[in-house]
């Protein structure tokens, strides 16, 4: 959910945000940074996201961040499709956290980092050792998610 789209007044007098789109467990395309070696915990994958927020004015913001998962920690292994199935969801939710309490207002790049600091906060409770990340690793290729609306 975070291609942003904000409307104006609602009958009530009220400013509301509309969030469409969800991002998917395939726009975080993992490559491995680093290997697992042994049967310790280790290992790194990254992927690299850009993000479209549009307002309905045509207003729009690429909101770009990387995402770092460990291969195995502590709690375990983190297949490819398990660590794309988690980011996924805690994207969205943390789009919905953060997109939910917007106005016309609110800056988009100041929303894309907040975004960037609920929706890392969000995975790393999920995959302890895991980072939302301002830029990319030099080995992932970006996965643009959001058409521009005209």
């Excluded at 998917?24 to 990254?46: C, L, M, N, Y």
């Excluded at 502590?74 to 919905?96: C, K, M």
Aim: aromatic share 8%; hydrophobic share 40%; proline share 5%.
């Amino acid at each position: 959910m975070l291609l942003a789209i904000f409307s104006g007044c609602v009958p009530s007098g009220r400013t509301r945000t509309i969030v469409t789109g969800a991002i998917e467990p395939r726009h975080f395309q993992f490559v491995t940074v680093v290997k697992q070696t042994g049967d310790e915990p280790g290992g790194w994958r990254a992927a690299c996201v850009h993000v479209n927020i549009q307002r309905v004015t045509g207003e729009s913001f690429l909101c770009r961040f990387g995402v770092d998962v460990p291969i195995e920690n502590d709690d375990g292994h983190f297949s490819v499709p398990l660590a794309q199935r988690i980011a996924a969801e805690r994207a969205n939710e943390a789009a919905r956290l953060v997109f939910s309490s917007a106005t016309p207002a609110s800056g988009l790049g100041l929303l894309c980092e907040a975004f960037k600091t609920e929706f890392g906060t969000l995975l790393g409770a999920s995959i302890r050792g895991s980072r939302v990340k301002t830029a990319c690793h030099e080995k992932t290729i970006p996965v643009q998610f959001g058409e521009f609306v005209p």
